[in-house]
């Protein structure tokens, strides 16, 4: 059955924004605001985000979807995924009134909505857990890195490549010149200085270091953002030190793209996110997952 849901407008100082509320007939004292990735609406790619708010619903875990300022049914001007913090907290605020029986909430994120998350979640003591599907940390040097390991390289090892090439359906003067101003970035960043703190990789750091609750990271295996991020993570110490932190879980897809496009993805990354918010978040000593009904 489909879950109850209510079309909730709000603000965010002096903007309406839009929020679908997926409630539950049993509900916990934790609920999930499903954040948007941009640039895209509530709905999420292939209706993930409806799909997922539902599937909450039904285990007993209200959910709440919402459209920032400048983006779907909402106004004012757009802003980029670290300058939406008062987004961020309007809807928190909103959702918690709507099911006056939460005390806290779950933050649950995709791409740069991930990385919005972690900036804002040490700001906000109602939120109680972090889930991240392939955070954004994209620059030049990751880019460069990513594209090297994950594409070049593999493109010289396929058959398929060099019989092409031999066909002379390679165009070699222009991809000779992508490889190179891709090797030219690697070796630039290389030689470049550390990241200015003010980034908003450092700013996402920050904020996980900052946040005391667990987290679920959930990382497809045939996407380069999520690549980009293993290199991005793999080549500093303080990244590494806090994935090894007890207080994260991590479940890896080898089969998932971004999006996570297939019903079967998509359900499996529905199970996952249920099965971490019974397991991982605990409210005032209680395991919200006692008040909820078993998993379908």
């Not at 799909?51 to 459209?67: E, K, N, S, T, V």
């Not at 396929?158 to 090439?165: D, G, I, P, V, Y």
């Not at 450092?202 to 996980?208: E, N």
């Not at 380069?224 to 994935?243: G, I, N, P, Q, V």
Request: glycine share 8%.
């Amino acid at each position: 059955m489909t879950p109850s849901e209510e079309a909730l407008v709000f603000h965010c100082q002096d903007d309406p924004l839009v929020g679908i509320l997926s409630r539950s007939e049993a509900p916990g004292n934790v609920g999930v605001v499903i954040v948007v990735g941009g640039p895209q609406y509530r709905a999420g790619s292939h209706r993930q985000f409806t799909l997922l708010a539902r599937h909450l619903a039904r285990q007993g875990i209200p959910a709440f979807r919402f459209d920032y300022r400048g983006m779907g049914d909402a106004g004012g001007d757009r802003r980029a995924f670290d300058a939406v913090d008062d987004d961020l907290r309007a809807a928190v605020s909103v959702f918690m009134t709507a099911e006056p029986r939460l005390r806290g909430v779950v933050i649950w994120g995709l791409c740069d909505a991930a990385s919005a998350a972690l900036i804002y979640a040490p700001t906000d003591s109602r939120v109680r857990g972090l889930v991240l599907l392939n955070p954004w940390v994209r620059d030049a040097q990751t880019q460069a890195v990513t594209q090297m390991k994950h594409y070049y390289v593999k493109r010289l090892m396929e058959r398929a490549f060099w019989r092409k090439l031999l066909r002379g359906g390679v165009q070699w003067r222009a991809s000779a010149g992508s490889l190179l101003r891709t090797s030219r970035a690697v070796l630039d960043g290389r030689r470049s200085a550390p990241l200015d703190h003010r980034s908003f990789q450092d700013r996402m750091l920050a904020g996980w270091r900052q946040f005391p609750g667990p987290s679920l990271l959930v990382m497809s295996g045939r996407d380069l953002t999520a690549r980009e991020f293993a290199e991005y993570s793999a080549a500093r110490d303080s990244w590494r030190e806090r994935l090894s932190s007890s207080k994260l879980s991590r479940v890896d897809i080898p089969e998932a793209d971004h999006t996570f496009s297939t019903r079967a993805l998509r359900d499996r990354v529905a199970a996952e996110t249920v099965a971490w918010v019974r397991r991982a978040v605990t409210i005032d000593g209680v395991d919200d997952g006692s008040t909820m009904p078993s998993a379908e």
